[in-house]
C-alpha cells in the first residue's frame, strides 16, 4: 500500500519531526559539548548563533581526563551493579510473576497487591529506613547493598504478569497432560514466548540502577564502590566546577543505556511469537 | 489398557452444583462420545478425567487406577484441544516428541516414533514446520500426532473440530475414527455436534444440565431415545413433537387432528402425550392429515417441508419431488411403528 | 485514554514530589531554603546535621502521603480495569 503524499501530509511530516529534533537537542548538545574546550561550553549560549550548536573548536581533552581519573571504577561499579541486577532480578520477578499469574494458591490477591504498592511508593520514599536496615546487616560500601534493593522489582514483576496472563491457558492444560510440572511449563514454555517482556523487565531493572543516586549516595559513599551517577554528581563541588568533565561523564552515562536500547529495539519487534493456537 | 470407569461424580464451583453424580462405564477401546448443549457439563467432565479440574465428590479410574488425586501427567492419557494448543515456539517435530523427551526416552527412538505418527497422520513433510506456518486441518494433525506417540491409556478429545471449516470437519471426522479403527485406543470424545456424536461413536453419552439423560449407541438413541430431549437433540432435522391426548389407542392432537398409531400396549394408555415423529417417517397419504404448507426446500435428492398442524410446526422430508406452494394443503401420515410417545408431564417415553 | 492518563498524571506527581537529584546536586536547598523539597530535607537532617530521629518523622509523614496517593491511584486503576 503507497502513500500519497500531499502537501498537507507533507507539512505534518516536517511538524513531526521538528518535534522529534526538539527531544533531540539537549542530547546533542550535551554531545558536542563534552568534545569542546572547557571555556567555550558557555561561551556562545547567548547571543544565539550559530556556533551555540557548531562547535568550531573540537578535543578529546575531557574525556581523556574524564577516563584517567575515578570515573572509569565508577562506570565499571554501575555497570556490575546494574548487569548483576538484572541477571538475579529476572531470576526472581520472573518466576514471582509466573506464580502469580498462572498458579492459584492462597493470599495471592494479598500478595499481588502488596507488590503493586511496593511500585507505586516510589523507593526514595523509603530510602532512609532501608538504609538503616542495611547498615544493620553490615552492607555498606558493598556490591550486595548496592544491588539487594534492585533485585525484587515490583514493576517488572507486573509486566511479566501480564503478559504471561496473555498467554493462552490451553498451552499449559496441554503441556500439564503432556507431563510437565510447574518449573517446566515456566521453563520450556512461558519463558521462550516471553523475550519481549524479559527484555523490557531487563531494561527497567537495568535504568532503575543505572539512574539510581540518592541509594548509592547513602549506601556506597566511598571511592572505590561510588557509582557513575554519584561521581558524576561531586565533579561539582562547593568549591569547583569541572563542567567539561561534567559534560563528559553524563555523555557516557546518557549513551551506554542508549545504545543497549537501540541493541535490544530489535527484540521487541522479532520476537512477538504468533501462538500456535487458533483464535 | 484403557478402561475408564466415572462413578457417581460430582462437580460444584462453590455452592453452584454443575455436575450431579455422573456415572459411565467406558470399556477399553471404546469410542465414547460426550454429547449435549452447551453448559451442560460435558467438557467440564473431561477436564475432570484429564485432571484439569478436581473431583468434587465420586471416582474417576482410568485403566483400573483410581486417578482422583493423581496430576495430569501421570494419569496416563493424552488429550486434543479445541485450540489445539500447540507450543507455538517448537517445531512440529519437537511439538510432537516433547512428552517423549520429558519421560526420558532416547532421542533417536523419539524421532522414531514421531516418525511413526507422522507417517499414520500424514505430516511427515511438516516436521520442521512452526504452527504458525500450518492450516487448520494440519495443526489438529499435529495435535493428534503429539497425543498419539505416547501410546497413552486414553485419548480425550474437547471438541476438537469445532475451529475447522465444514468441509474439513467431514474429513477429519473420518480420519480420527479411522485413527481409532487402526490404534484401537479408548478414546472419550466431547462435542455438542451430534452428527459426529451419531457418526464416530461407538457410544453415546448425551449430557444435559449436569445430567446424563441417555447413553447408548447411536441408532438406540436414535430408534429408542429415553426422553423427549434426547429424541428432539438426536437427528436432524430434529424431531416432531405434537402434543395431545391419548385415549384408548386414539391419538388426538391438540388442534382436533387424529393420527393414528401402531396398535401395541403403549397405546393403551390414556392421558395427556407428546407423540413424535421424525421428518423421515412421514409419507405422503391422501388418508392422512392434513397440513398447510410453510415453506419447501428441494435438496435434490429430497424434499424438506415445513408445514403447520394447527399451531404446530412440523418438518417433513421425503424423497419425492413435490410441486406445491406455500399456502397448499398436502395429506401426510406417519408410519405407524416410528412414533415414539411421551408423557407429557415427564417428558420421559412410554415404553412400547 | 482519560483514566490512564490521570493514573499517568497522578504516578508522575508522586514521583516529582520525590525529587532528590537535581535538589541535592544543582542547589543544596538554597537559597533559604527556596528550592528545598522533602527528600533533600530528609537527607539532609539525617546525614548532614546528623539528626536520624527527624529524618525518621518526616519519612513516616512523607510514606503516609504517598500511601494516600497510591489509593487514589488503585481506584484509578480498579476503574480502568472494569472497562
Same mark, same amino acid.
Given at each position: 500500500m503507497r502513500e500519497t503524499i500531499t502537501p498537507r501530509r507533507a507539512l505534518q511530516m516536517v511538524?513531526?519531526?521538528?518535534?522529534?529534533?526538539?527531544?533531540?537537542?539537549?542530547?546533542?548538545?550535551?554531545?558536542?559539548?563534552?568534545?569542546?574546550?572547557?571555556?567555550?561550553i558557555f561561551r556562545y549560549l547567548n547571543p544565539f548563533g550559530p556556533w551555540t550548536l557548531l562547535p568550531n573548536r573540537l578535543t578529546f581533552e575531557?574525556?581523556?581526563?574524564?577516563?584517567?581519573?575515578?570515573?572509569?571504577?565508577?562506570?565499571?561499579?554501575?555497570?556490575?551493579?546494574?548487569?548483576?541486577?538484572?541477571?538475579?532480578?529476572?531470576?526472581?520477578?520472573?518466576?514471582?510473576?509466573?506464580?502469580?499469574?498462572?498458579?492459584?494458591?492462597?493470599?495471592?490477591?494479598?500478595?499481588?497487591?502488596?507488590?503493586?504498592?511496593?511500585?507505586?511508593?516510589?523507593?526514595?520514599?523509603?530510602?532512609?529506613?532501608?538504609?538503616?536496615?542495611?547498615? @544493620?546487616?553490615?552492607?555498606?560500601?558493598?556490591?550486595? @547493598?548496592?544491588?539487594?534493593? @534492585?533485585?525484587?522489582?515490583?514493576?517488572?514483576?507486573?509486566?511479566?504478569?501480564?503478559?504471561?496472563?496473555g498467554i493462552p491457558k490451553d498451552l499449559r492444560e496441554a503441556a500439564m497432560v503432556d507431563g510437565m510440572g510447574w518449573f517446566q511449563i515456566f521453563w520450556n514454555i512461558y519463558l521462550p514466548l516471553s523475550k519481549p517482556a524479559l527484555i523490557s523487565a531487563a531494561l527497567i531493572m537495568f535504568i532503575f540502577?543505572?539512574?539510581?543516586?540518592?541509594?548509592?549516595?547513602?549506601?556506597?559513599?566511598?571511592?572505590?564502590?561510588?557509582?557513575?551517577?554519584?561521581?558524576?554528581?561531586?565533579f561539582s563541588s562547593a568549591y569547583n566546577v569541572s563542567f567539561g568533565l561534567i559534560f563528559a561523564g553524563a555523555m557516557f552515562l546518557s549513551l551506554i543505556p542508549m545504545l543497549i536500547f537501540v541493541f535490544f529495539q530489535q527484540y521487541f519487534t522479532n520476537s512477538v511469537a504468533a501462538t500456535g493456537s487458533k483464535e | 489398557m484403557g478402561a475408564v470407569t466415572i462413578s457417581n461424580v460430582r462437580k460444584a464451583y462453590g455452592s453452584v452444583e454443575i455436575l450431579h453424580g455422573v456415572s459411565i462405564d467406558i470399556a477399553d477401546g471404546e469410542f465414547v462420545v460426550l454429547v449435549g448443549p452447551s453448559g451442560c457439563g460435558k467438557s467440564t467432565l473431561l477436564r475432570m478425567i484429564a485432571g484439569l479440574e478436581d473431583i468434587t465428590a465420586g471416582e474417576i479410574s482410568i485403566g483400573g487406577r483410581v486417578v482422583n488425586r493423581l496430576a495430569p501427567k501421570d494419569r496416563d492419557i493424552a488429550m486434543v484441544f479445541q485450540s489445539y494448543a500447540l507450543y507455538p515456539h517448537m517445531t512440529v517435530e519437537q511439538n510432537m516428541g516433547f512428552s517423549l523427551k520429558l519421560q526420558g526416552?532416547?532421542?533417536?527412538?523419539?524421532?522414531?516414533?514421531?516418525?511413526?505418527?507422522?507417517?499414520?497422520l500424514g505430516l511427515t513433510s511438516y516436521l520442521g514446520r512452526y504452527p504458525r506456518n500450518l492450516s487448520g486441518g494440519q495443526r489438529q494433525r499435529v495435535a493428534m500426532g503429539r497425543a498419539i506417540v505416547r501410546s497413552p491409556s486414553a485419548f480425550l478429545f474437547d471438541e476438537p473440530l469445532s475451529n475447522l471449516d465444514a468441509k474439513l470437519r467431514?474429513?477429519?471426522?473420518?480420519?480420527?475414527?479411522?485413527?481409532?479403527?487402526?490404534?484401537?485406543?479408548?478414546?472419550?470424545?466431547?462435542?455438542?455436534?451430534?452428527?459426529?456424536?451419531?457418526t464416530?461413536?461407538?457410544?453415546?453419552?448425551?449430557?444435559?444440565?449436569?445430567?446424563?439423560?441417555?447413553?447408548?449407541?447411536?441408532?438406540?438413541?436414535?430408534?429408542? /431415545?429415553?426422553?423427549?430431549?434426547?429424541?428432539?437433540?438426536?437427528?436432524?432435522?430434529?424431531?416432531?413433537?405434537?402434543?395431545?391426548?391419548?385415549?384408548?389407542?386414539?391419538?388426538?392432537?391438540?388442534?382436533?387432528?387424529?393420527?393414528?398409531?401402531?396398535?401395541? /400396549?403403549?397405546?393403551?394408555?390414556?392421558? /395427556?402425550?407428546?407423540? @413424535?415423529?421424525?421428518?423421515?417417517?412421514?409419507r405422503l397419504d391422501p388418508a392422512g392429515f392434513p397440513v398447510e404448507i410453510v415453506t419447501t426446500e428441494p435438496t435434490g435428492a429430497e424434499t424438506h417441508i415445513l408445514a403447520r398442524l394447527g399451531e404446530t410446526e412440523i418438518v417433513g422430508t421425503f424423497r419425492d419431488r413435490l410441486a406445491c406452494v406455500p399456502g397448499d394443503i398436502i395429506r401426510i401420515s406417519a408410519e405407524p411403528g416410528h412414533i415414539h410417545l411421551f408423557d407429557s408431564k415427564t417428558a420421559l417415553r412410554i415404553i412400547g | 485514554m482519560r483514566r490512564p492518563l490521570t493514573f499517568v498524571l497522578v504516578a508522575d506527581t508522586v514521583a516529582n514530589f520525590l525529587v532528590f537529584a537535581p535538589v541535592n546536586i544543582l542547589t543544596r536547598g538554597g537559597p533559604q531554603g527556596s528550592t528545598d523539597l522533602i527528600m533533600n530535607q530528609i537527607y539532609t537532617n539525617a546525614f548532614v546535621n546528623g539528626d536520624p530521629g527527624s529524618a525518621g518523622a518526616a519519612t513516616v509523614v512523607l510514606v503516609a502521603l504517598v500511601l494516600a496517593i497510591v489509593l487514589v491511584q488503585f481506584r484509578l486503576m480498579g476503574e480502568r480495569s472494569e472497562r
Amino acid at each position: 500500500m503507497r502513500e500519497t503524499i500531499t502537501p498537507r501530509r507533507a507539512l505534518q511530516m516536517v511538524v513531526i519531526a521538528a518535534i522529534a529534533l526538539t527531544f533531540l537537542l539537549p542530547l546533542y548538545w550535551l554531545t558536542i559539548s563534552a568534545l569542546r574546550p572547557e571555556e567555550d561550553i558557555f561561551r556562545y549560549l547567548n547571543p544565539f548563533g550559530p556556533w551555540t550548536l557548531l562547535p568550531n573548536r573540537l578535543t578529546f581533552e575531557n574525556i581523556t581526563e574524564l577516563w584517567s581519573g575515578s570515573f572509569s571504577r565508577a562506570i565499571a561499579n554501575s555497570l556490575v551493579v546494574a548487569l548483576v541486577t538484572v541477571i538475579a532480578g529476572l531470576m526472581v520477578c520472573a518466576p514471582a510473576a509466573f506464580a502469580l499469574a498462572v498458579i492459584d494458591f492462597p493470599g495471592r490477591s494479598a500478595i499481588f497487591t502488596a507488590m503493586i504498592v511496593s511500585f507505586l511508593i516510589p523507593f526514595d520514599a523509603i530510602a532512609v529506613p532501608l538504609y538503616s536496615i542495611m547498615r @544493620g546487616f553490615n552492607l555498606q560500601n558493598s556490591y550486595a @547493598g548496592l544491588i539487594l534493593p @534492585g533485585i525484587g522489582n515490583g514493576l517488572a514483576i507486573f509486566l511479566l504478569r501480564q503478559f504471561f496472563q496473555g498467554i493462552p491457558k490451553d498451552l499449559r492444560e496441554a503441556a500439564m497432560v503432556d507431563g510437565m510440572g510447574w518449573f517446566q511449563i515456566f521453563w520450556n514454555i512461558y519463558l521462550p514466548l516471553s523475550k519481549p517482556a524479559l527484555i523490557s523487565a531487563a531494561l527497567i531493572m537495568f535504568i532503575f540502577q543505572w539512574q539510581a543516586y540518592l541509594w548509592p549516595l547513602l549506601i556506597a559513599p566511598s571511592n572505590d564502590m561510588k557509582v557513575a551517577a554519584v561521581a558524576l554528581a561531586q565533579f561539582s563541588s562547593a568549591y569547583n566546577v569541572s563542567f567539561g568533565l561534567i559534560f563528559a561523564g553524563a555523555m557516557f552515562l546518557s549513551l551506554i543505556p542508549m545504545l543497549i536500547f537501540v541493541f535490544f529495539q530489535q527484540y521487541f519487534t522479532n520476537s512477538v511469537a504468533a501462538t500456535g493456537s487458533k483464535e | 489398557m484403557g478402561a475408564v470407569t466415572i462413578s457417581n461424580v460430582r462437580k460444584a464451583y462453590g455452592s453452584v452444583e454443575i455436575l450431579h453424580g455422573v456415572s459411565i462405564d467406558i470399556a477399553d477401546g471404546e469410542f465414547v462420545v460426550l454429547v449435549g448443549p452447551s453448559g451442560c457439563g460435558k467438557s467440564t467432565l473431561l477436564r475432570m478425567i484429564a485432571g484439569l479440574e478436581d473431583i468434587t465428590a465420586g471416582e474417576i479410574s482410568i485403566g483400573g487406577r483410581v486417578v482422583n488425586r493423581l496430576a495430569p501427567k501421570d494419569r496416563d492419557i493424552a488429550m486434543v484441544f479445541q485450540s489445539y494448543a500447540l507450543y507455538p515456539h517448537m517445531t512440529v517435530e519437537q511439538n510432537m516428541g516433547f512428552s517423549l523427551k520429558l519421560q526420558g526416552v532416547s532421542a533417536a527412538e523419539v524421532k522414531q516414533r514421531v516418525a511413526g505418527a507422522a507417517t499414520i497422520l500424514g505430516l511427515t513433510s511438516y516436521l520442521g514446520r512452526y504452527p504458525r506456518n500450518l492450516s487448520g486441518g494440519q495443526r489438529q494433525r499435529v495435535a493428534m500426532g503429539r497425543a498419539i506417540v505416547r501410546s497413552p491409556s486414553a485419548f480425550l478429545f474437547d471438541e476438537p473440530l469445532s475451529n475447522l471449516d465444514a468441509k474439513l470437519r467431514v474429513q477429519m471426522r473420518s480420519e480420527i475414527k479411522q485413527l481409532h479403527q487402526r490404534i484401537g485406543t479408548t478414546t472419550v470424545y466431547v462435542t455438542h455436534d451430534q452428527i459426529e456424536a451419531m457418526t464416530m461413536a461407538d457410544r453415546i453419552v448425551v449430557m444435559r444440565d449436569g445430567n446424563i439423560e441417555q447413553i447408548g449407541t447411536p441408532l438406540e438413541l436414535y430408534d429408542q /431415545p429415553a426422553n423427549q430431549f434426547v429424541a428432539g437433540f438426536i437427528g436432524s432435522p430434529s424431531m416432531n413433537f405434537i402434543s395431545g391426548t391419548l385415549d384408548g389407542g386414539r391419538f388426538t392432537a391438540d388442534g382436533g387432528t387424529v393420527i393414528a398409531l401402531a396398535s401395541g /400396549p403403549a397405546s393403551a394408555a390414556s392421558g /395427556p402425550v407428546t407423540i @413424535g415423529i421424525r421428518p423421515e417417517h412421514l409419507r405422503l397419504d391422501p388418508a392422512g392429515f392434513p397440513v398447510e404448507i410453510v415453506t419447501t426446500e428441494p435438496t435434490g435428492a429430497e424434499t424438506h417441508i415445513l408445514a403447520r398442524l394447527g399451531e404446530t410446526e412440523i418438518v417433513g422430508t421425503f424423497r419425492d419431488r413435490l410441486a406445491c406452494v406455500p399456502g397448499d394443503i398436502i395429506r401426510i401420515s406417519a408410519e405407524p411403528g416410528h412414533i415414539h410417545l411421551f408423557d407429557s408431564k415427564t417428558a420421559l417415553r412410554i415404553i412400547g | 485514554m482519560r483514566r490512564p492518563l490521570t493514573f499517568v498524571l497522578v504516578a508522575d506527581t508522586v514521583a516529582n514530589f520525590l525529587v532528590f537529584a537535581p535538589v541535592n546536586i544543582l542547589t543544596r536547598g538554597g537559597p533559604q531554603g527556596s528550592t528545598d523539597l522533602i527528600m533533600n530535607q530528609i537527607y539532609t537532617n539525617a546525614f548532614v546535621n546528623g539528626d536520624p530521629g527527624s529524618a525518621g518523622a518526616a519519612t513516616v509523614v512523607l510514606v503516609a502521603l504517598v500511601l494516600a496517593i497510591v489509593l487514589v491511584q488503585f481506584r484509578l486503576m480498579g476503574e480502568r480495569s472494569e472497562r
